[in-house]
């Protein structure tokens, strides 16, 4: 039995061997009563670890493909004892490639989103060409971290000895640090208990121990969109297949909710204030929607706030986890946006139950997250420092959003729109349909200029008029003259008529 892998792909290998043996059975190249090789020799032969094929021989186990028998080995189960038309996996929930399709249409469509996403990318590299004026930046402007502060923070956190940071700590995350942010939580969002946080590396660790999670209980994974690929990147990694819901400037579209009214367990991940790449919170309406639907529907809301902390001003819309309480709620976040990636610290905030579920699982992962970052973290909160941080960083990001929404006004023609964030530093801009966001960012680079198309911003590569424009780590001068080189490119594609733009998505696999 010849099995070949492709270990670039985003398929979990485990995932690539157990769909290739199925393959095997429904073409009838494996019958029943066949032997297959030792996990050790398959392993050897494949050039994986034991753990992955075990992995892929449970699925299968499951579903009724094999049987093992101890001392003689795993063999391929008579025809009358399963059907192993399709595999219906235990410990996860239904998803477009447990639904009854072959594995090939199902690993096709996998190609097929994997295929287009590499495109993009490469595309993209583009957009590293020395000299351009890059509106493509997610992270902070690294001067907007005060000279010194690191260092001063440092200092303080070994002041009380370096014994706490020796040892691999709590896999919670250290005590002081889940107090420090229960007490921030309470002055500026939220009602919660130190139990009812865990530190992870970053909040996409936080997500990454929620795919996992999902695996075990058995929940379909929905994710709104347009959004920020890296979350629906981690549930694919774990064998996810993601199903998504469009979204507006005001949040998730009913009618597109309307496909989940079935009852299945789901996770439900959305950012309910200033959205990734919109820039937008989510209406009162679509939030109480969005709340009485999961009530309805058995299922748990991720709230992604990273960027809660830089609201520019006080009137932050109600939180998901107040609203619907810390049992069917989840609420991540991390130090990242406001104050620096290279910390990596971030968190994960829901009941004291599932805290307690997760524990074990990011035991496995990493231990724990390094106790020396933890450390800083306490002092930049305990000292004060992290909010007069805010205060600088907020009104740093006001001017370049307001330097960027007065060029855009000035500069793009009229039929082209964008949001207008209270916070930030992205925002979300419309062309004309028919116009595609992939040929202006060519005749953009051309002209100096760089952004990110929509199609980078969606799993199934939709939004192809619309583009993600980060202005935070652009000084005012270059945003003004970077947009007026944008809207010369924009009035070049514009003068052409509009049309099928070449690329349109792939749908929602219905």
Not at 30 to 47: E, N, S
Not at 83 to 107: C, G, K, M, W, Y
Not at 315 to 329: E, H, I, K, N, V
Not at 368 to 391: F, K, W
Request: with cysteine.
């Amino acid at each position: 039995m010849e099995i070949s892998i492709e270990r670039d792909s985003e398929i979990p290998l485990y995932v690539q061997i157990r769909d290739a043996i199925q393959a095997e059975i429904q073409a009838e190249r494996l019958r029943a009563g066949d032997r297959l090789p030792t996990v050790t020799a398959l392993a050897k032969q494949i050039g994986v670890t034991q753990a992955t094929i075990r992995r892929a021989f449970e699925d299968l186990s499951n579903a009724g493909c094999l049987e093992s028998h101890v001392g003689r080995g795993t063999f391929i189960r008579q025809p009358d004892a399963a059907d192993s038309s399709t595999i219906n996996h235990a410990r996860r929930a239904p998803r477009f490639s447990d639904v009854p399709q072959t594995p090939e249409a199902a690993l096709a469509a996998r190609r097929l989103r994997m295929g287009i996403s590499r495109s993009l990318h490469e595309l993209m590299a583009l957009a590293k060409r020395p000299g351009l004026i890059r509106f493509t930046s997610g992270t902070p402007a690294p001067e907007t971290v005060q000279d010194g502060l690191l260092q001063q923070l440092v200092g303080q956190a070994l002041q009380a000895g370096q014994r706490q940071y020796i040892d691999y700590g709590d896999p919670a995350g250290i005590p002081e640090l889940r107090a420090e942010l229960a007490q921030y939580f309470q002055a500026h969002q939220f009602q919660v208990a130190p139990e009812q946080i865990l530190i992870t590396n970053g909040s996409q660790q936080a997500v990454a121990l929620l795919a996992q999670a999902a695996l075990e209980n058995q929940q379909r994974i929905i994710c709104e969109t347009p959004n920020y690929r890296g979350i629906t990147d981690v549930f694919g990694a774990f064998g996810h297949w993601v199903e998504t819901v469009v979204r507006d400037a005001d949040g998730p579209i009913p009618e597109r909710l309307e496909r989940f009214a079935d009852g299945v367990p789901s996770l439900f991940y959305c950012v309910p204030e200033l959205h990734n790449p919109m820039g937008t919170d989510l209406s009162p309406e679509r939030r109480n929607m969005l709340c009485e639907w999961a009530n309805d529907q058995n299922t748990l809301l991720v709230a992604d706030q990273i960027f809660h902390d830089l609201r520019f001003d006080d009137d932050s819309p109600p939180d998901l986890l107040t609203a619907m309480g810390a049992r069917q709620t989840v609420v991540i976040g991390s130090l990242s946006k406001a104050f620096m990636c290279g910390l990596r610290v971030g968190w994960l905030v829901s009941s004291a139950e599932r805290i307690r579920s997760l524990i074990p699982l990011k035991r496995v992962i990493d231990i724990a997250c390094p106790p020396l970052m933890q450390g800083i973290a306490v002092e930049l909160l305990r000292s004060g420092e992290y909010d007069r941080h805010l205060q600088q960083v907020r009104q740093q990001y006001r001017a370049r959003r307001d330097a960027a929404l007065s060029a855009l006004q000035r500069f793009m023609p009229p039929d082209v729109t964008w949001t207008t964030p209270q916070g930030g530093f992205q925002m979300w801009v419309e062309l004309p349909e028919g116009y595609s966001s992939i040929s202006l960012f060519l005749l953009a680079i051309e002209r100096g200029v760089a952004f990110i198309p929509g199609p980078l911003q969606d799993i199934n590569h939709r939004f192809t008029h619309a583009f993600r424009f980060c202005y935070g780590d652009v000084p005012v001068e270059h945003i003004v003259e970077g947009v007026e080189l944008l809207a010369d490119a924009v009035r070049e594609l514009l003068r052409g008529a509009p049309g099928d733009s070449g690329l349109s998505g792939l749908g929602d696999f219905q």
